[in-house]
Each structure stands twice: as structure tokens, then as C-alpha cells.
């Protein structure tokens, strides 16, 4: 077995890596770029390197100084993790080149199925069912129609080269195709250095259902069961979860074992995932993942096995000492993705510092977690921050975990994903297991989000408790204050899930009268530590996390973080972003890929102006109505800040 290893990643899956090769004492070796020196994976590794920038291709994506890294430090083996360059063939010879181990599949075996034309033509072979579709080498837009007409749309459009949903698109009809490709393209290259693409058929209303394999280099192979990972936005996975609750017996048999004669078929070896659209009772071959995937825990927690140590001793040579008479699903477990990401905005990356969190612990949970409080977020990586993991007896007893767990999940500081979790969690669809990949597209976001008034009376708490010096340990909120001697009330004004909220407060004798939307409350407010704030009424007692901001407070309640502004600190912070003009501002910060507009140019409503990526999404920044572009302020290349004016408009 090995003594050290590198890994070449950054945030929960590195650390979750280092987690293994500790418990096997294996000394680990971090990578970081400049902007992750003080990061969660760097802090827990046995030695750690810098290597490069904040640009993942100056740094992550550098194979040359992982590789020099690597042999400086004594490593034996390399883990890629996944994302970045996990299932590049190029990484996984060069690390074999230089006499190291390569924990992950022969680089001719990742470029084989990397490939996703090449593996469906495997499959094809193989005998596993393939959806119809074009994989020509003509990459056209007049092309790709033709073939678009032949199969029929909807189609989707889909990177050769890699998969995650980079490179992604619907197409629903002809007039859509060329921008369509042309916004794929760019974004597969982006993201893969290959624009290359492929079109299906779109199945309507299917499932993500995947199969996790194990092979050792003897050619014994095992399959552990399925994932389903139906529950997607943006063709990003969200909720994962093992068994299906759709999967009978016979269907595991036969996925499993098409699994298997495909991955033997390509010469595999170590962990990896097929994975299949599953429609009615048929199920249809879609890719093969060559390493880890990120919803490696719930196979784990069903199964008892630690995947990556399985990664470990396949690499080093040894024997899978596992047979499909020894694999056993036991229980039901579900992993929730939490991303910095605003679902309110169309799932938007976001940035910031992390200022409280506090993951959810007990029975039938696990945390894989990359960040911690005071923690920074950038815009320059894949904006997932941490995994819940829960598992219990039965699939109804692992839902209700699942909603227990995220309603005591508090994260503030940068805005994330985890209301859209718990909404998730709590609809019906998901409840009764009776969903498709279209659920978030045609629920989210619900109609009827009732706003619980609560969270201004812990805002007002907020603003009473006076804060003092933190730099020499103390508690911000621990001081009661606000009044003042002759003082009769303090006053607030807030603004909230649309609505204005008068707040009147009066010293009381035992608290505060607080007076919120004509009902008078008699409430006294007290700490339960740093970021928590408690509220007590008559016999009532409520426990919110809170953090101040620069536009109000954030305040995080059963499961879901609310954002109360002082309107005075909204006026300051718009007037600043749109820059007293007619701008169009960066939603977030972000890349320019893409400048589509030159000043004097005269556009009509919902026209591309820019586009820009960050963490590996794009978002075209369009004009909001007709007229001409009197300034474009950023070049192709450029880092903008969010709230940034990207172009200046002027109606005519």
C-alpha cells in the first residue's frame, strides 16, 4: 500500500479523500491555489503545496506543477478526485509517465469513455440500449439541424467531451439551434478544451438512474447497486439517493450487469459510474463517469464499503476481495448538494464570506464538508460547498431525516441553496419518490412561500443587542441596548419577501414591547452563543441564527434563510451598482467570454450584450428593451465584480 498521495483537487472531495488515507495511515499532500491558502483541504492535509493563481488553469488544471509537486514531495500515487482534471486522459498518463500511481481507470480507458460519441458506439456494441442520436464529426449549425429534423425535437445538446451539464442545451425547434451552439460550444470548450458536440432525442419525463462498478486489474468486477439522481436544475444534480424507489430487482440485475459488460468491454479498472435515462420500464445508456462521483456517499451508506479505500487498493495492485454475492443494500440514503448558488435568480453562483455554520448533526447523519465559518467564497471553482448525507431503515424515515437535518442547517454569509433543498425535501413529488427530471423546472418557485413573521422580531433583536469589540473574544450581540435614558421607543423599518414592515419597540420591564404589524408582543431577546439569537415569548421560545450584512440582517429559521434589508442600505447599494445610469450590471462575479456588442450598436429587446462564467456556468447579461449601446466596460478576459455596469444603454 502506498505511504503518501497526492490529491489534485480542493474543497469537500479532498477532504473527504485525506479522511480515508488517514484512517489507512496514508500521509496526504494538498495542492492549493493562491486564493485557497487558509481552505478547509489545505488545513487538513499532512503537506501542502501552492501551485499557481486563482484561475484553475493557472493552478488545478496545471499538470506540470501538480506533477512537480507530486515527485518534490515524495508522493506515490495521485487521486484526482472529480472535477478539474479527474477524467483527463493526458493527467492520467503523465502521472504514469513519471513512475506514479494513477488512482482512477488506464488513461486509454478515460479516453475511450471520456468520449461520449465513442462510448455509445461501445455500448452499441455491447448490447446496451442507446437513445437515437447524431454523432457525426460535421459540428455545424446547419448541420446539426438537419440531424436535429431527422430525430426529431425536442433534442439535446451535449458536449462530447465531458458532461455535469457543461456544454448542455435544449433545443426545441430550428430557430433555436444556432444559438444554441453557439453558446454549447463555448462552453464545452471552456470547460473541457474540446467544443465537440452530440445531439438526442429528449426523452420526455425520464429518471437518472446510475449504477456504481468496481473493477480490479484481474477483470473481476462488481456492481453496488443504483443511484437515483433524478432531482437536477440546470441538468446539475441536487438530490441523490439510493435504492430508486422505481428499481425493482430484475431492473438492478440487468443495469448492473450491462454496466459491467460495457466497463469490461473498455479494459476498466478501479471505481466508476454508468450512468442511464430511465423511462417507463426501458433504460437508455447516457455516459460513464470515469471517477469518483459526487454522490459516492449514499452507495457507501447502503452498502457499509468505503469507495475510496476500494480506490486505493485496486491502484495498488491488489485483488477486489469483493463478490456480487457479498453486496448487500441495506437501508435507504440520501444525499442534498449544498451550492452557493441564489435559486431566486436563477441559481446564480455566489460569492462572499462564510460567517456562520453550523452543519446538522445525530443518528444517520454525514457531513462531507469543504468550508467552514469564515471561509471565503470566489468566484473561480465549481460553487459546491458541502454534501448532506442521511440514512434510516426505510425511504419515508430517510425523507423525514433528510427535512429535520436541513431545518437545523444554518449557513449565512454567502447566499446558498438551502431553502431550495428543503422545499425540494417537502414537495410531494419527491415525498411519494414520483418524480422526473422536469420537477424543478416546472415547480420551482412555488407560488404560495408564506413568510413567517417571526424573522423580523429576530431582526429587531438583532438591532436592540448593541455590538461590541470581537477583537478580544467577545460576544457581538451580548449587550442589551438601544435605549436611552428619556427614550420612549425605537423605531425600525424593514423590508422583506416584498413586503415593508414598521417595527415600534419599547423598553418593557422584563424586555421589549414590540409592536409588528398592528400585534403587540411582549419579548425578551438573549444570545445562545456567537451568531444565535434567541427570542422568548410567554412560553414560547425561538432560536434563529443571524448575521448582519451590509444592506440588513440574515436570518436563518427552520430551514430556510431569510433576508431582512433596511431600506436605506438597499437605496445606497443599487444607486451604487447601476452607477446612476442606464447600466446593465454583472448579476454576479464573473469571466467576460463573450462581448457580442460595440458602442452605437443599436439592439432590440432580449438581445445577447455580454456573457459571462463563473464557477463554471455562463449567464448572458441581455438588453432589457430595445435601443442603441452607448459603452461597453469590460473586454473578453476581464474579471467583473459583481454589481458591476457591464453596458450602458439608452433607449431610441
Known amino acids: ?33 493562491e486564493v485557497d491558502a487558509s481552505s478547509l483541504h489545505v488545513q ?31 508522493a506515490q500515487a495521485v487521486h484526482p478526485g472529480y472535477g478539474f482534471l479527474a477524467e483527463n486522459a493526458d493527467f492520467a498518463r503523465a502521472v504514469t509517465d513519471a513512475g506514479l500511481a494513477w488512482i482512477g481507470p488506464p488513461a486509454r480507458v478515460i479516453a475511450l469513455l471520456g468520449d461520449k460519441v465513442a462510448s455509445k458506439r461501445l455500448a452499441e456494441e455491447t448490447g446496451v440500449p442507446v437513445i437515437p442520436g447524431y454523432y457525426g464529426e460535421e459540428q455545424s449549425a446547419a448541420r446539426l439541424q438537419v440531424e436535429a429534423g431527422r430525430i ?18 435544449v433545443v426545441d425547434s430550428p430557430a433555436q439551434m444556432e444559438g444554441a451552439v453557439d453558446g454549447a460550444q463555448r462552453e464545452a470548450h471552456s470547460a473541457f478544451g474540446d467544443s465537440r458536440l452530440f445531439l438526442e432525442r429528449l426523452l420526455m419525463h425520464p429518471r437518472h438512474i446510475e449504477i456504481q462498478v468496481l473493477l480490479d486489474a484481474r477483470g473481476h468486477g462488481i456492481y453496488l447497486g443504483e443511484r437515483e ?7 446539475q444534480k441536487v438530490l441523490e439517493e439510493s435504492p430508486s424507489p422505481v428499481v425493482t430487482e430484475q431492473i438492478r440485475t440487468d443495469m448492473g450487469e450491462a454496466a459491467l459488460r460495457l466497463a469490461r468491454a473498455a479494459g476498466y479498472t478501479n471505481a466508476g459510474t454508468v450512468e442511464f435515462l430511465f423511462a417507463g420500464d426501458r433504460f437508455y445508456f447516457l455516459e460513464v463517469n470515469t471517477r469518483l462521483q459526487v454522490e459516492h456517499p449514499v452507495t457507501e451508506m447502503v452498502t457499509g464499503l468505503d469507495l475510496v479505500r476500494h480506490q486505493l487498493e485496486i491502484a495498488a495492485g491488489e485483488p477486489l476481495r469483493l463478490s456480487q454475492l457479498n453486496v448487500s443494500l441495506r437501508g435507504h440514503a440520501i444525499e442534498a448538494r449544498l451550492y452557493a448558488e441564489d435559486p431566486d435568480h436563477n441559481f446564480l453562483p455566489a460569492t462572499g464570506r462564510i460567517s456562520v455554520y453550523r452543519p446538522p448533526t445525530g443518528p444517520g447523519i454525514r457531513n462531507d464538508v469543504g468550508v467552514y465559518a469564515g471561509g471565503e467564497i470566489t468566484p473561480y471553482y465549481d460553487p459546491i460547498l458541502a454534501k448532506l448525507i442521511v440514512h434510516a431503515e426505510t425511504r419515508a424515515d430517510a425523507v423525514e431525516r433528510l427535512t429535520r437535518a436541513l431545518a437545523r442547517y444554518p449557513i449565512l454569509g454567502v447566499t446558498t441553496n438551502l431553502g431550495f433543498l428543503s422545499w425540494v425535501a417537502g414537495t410531494p413529488a419527491f415525498g411519494s419518490g414520483r418524480m422526473d427530471t422536469q420537477l424543478v423546472e416546472r415547480e420551482w418557485p412555488p407560488r404560495d412561500r408564506s413568510f413567517p413573521p417571526e424573522v423580523i422580531l ?3 433583536g438583532v438591532d436592540l443587542l448593541e455590538p461590541v469589540s470581537t477583537k478580544a473574544g467577545g460576544n457581538p450581540w451580548a449587550v442589551e441596548s438601544g435605549w436611552r435614558s428619556g427614550a420612549s421607543a425605537r423605531r425600525f423599518r424593514y423590508e422583506a419577501a416584498g413586503q415593508e414592515w414598521d417595527v415600534t419597540a419599547c423598553r418593557a420591564t422584563n424586555g421589549w414591547e414590540v409592536t409588528l404589524g398592528g400585534q403587540s408582543h411582549l419579548v425578551h431577546f438573549g444570545t445562545g452563543g456567537p451568531g444565535v439569537i434567541v427570542v422568548r415569548e410567554g412560553p414560547r421560545v425561538l432560536e434563529f441564527s443571524a448575521a448582519r450584512s451590509d444592506t440588513g440582517t440574515s436570518v436563518f429559521y427552520n430551514g430556510t434563510v431569510y433576508d431582512v434589508r433596511r431600506p436605506q442600505a438597499i437605496a445606497g447599494t443599487e444607486s451604487a ?38 464557477m463554471k456556468m455562463e449567464h448572458v447579461v441581455a438588453a432589457p428593451h430595445a435601443g442603441v449601446v452607448d459603452a461597453v466596460m469590460f473586454n473578453v478576459g476581464d474579471l467583473v465584480p459583481a454589481g458591476a455596469p457591464v453596458v450602458r444603454m439608452s433607449e431610441g
Do not use: W
Not at 501542502?48 to 515524495?74: F, K, M, N, T
Not at 445610469?581 to 450584450?609: D, F, N, Y
Open 1 to 33: 500500500m502506498f505511504s503518501k498521495v497526492l490529491v489534485a483537487n480542493r474543497g469537500e472531495i479532498a477532504v473527504r479523500i485525506m479522511q480515508t488515507c488517514r484512517e489507512m495511515g496514508i500521509g496526504t499532500v494538498a495542492v492549493y491555489s
Open 44 to 74: 487538513r492535509a499532512d503537506e501542502a503545496y501552492c501551485i499557481g493563481p486563482a484561475p484553475a488553469l493557472q493552478s488545478y488544471l496545471c499538470i506540470d506543477e501538480i506533477l512537480r509537486v507530486a515527485v518534490e514531495s515524495g
Open 152 to 169: 426529431g425535437y425536442p433534442v439535446m445538446l451535449k458536449a462530447a467531451a465531458g458532461g455535469g451539464g457543461k456544454g448542455m442545451r
Open 229 to 235: 439522481c433524478t432531482i437536477q436544475r440546470r441538468h
Open 458 to 460: 429576530a431582526a429587531v
Open 577 to 614: 451598482a447601476h452607477g446612476g445610469g442606464a447600466g446593465l450590471s454583472a448579476p454576479m462575479p464573473g469571466t467576460v467570454v463573450k462581448v457580442a456588442v460595440a458602442p452605437g450598436q443599436r439592439v432590440e429587446a432580449h438581445e445577447p450584450l455580454v456573457v459571462l462564467e463563473a
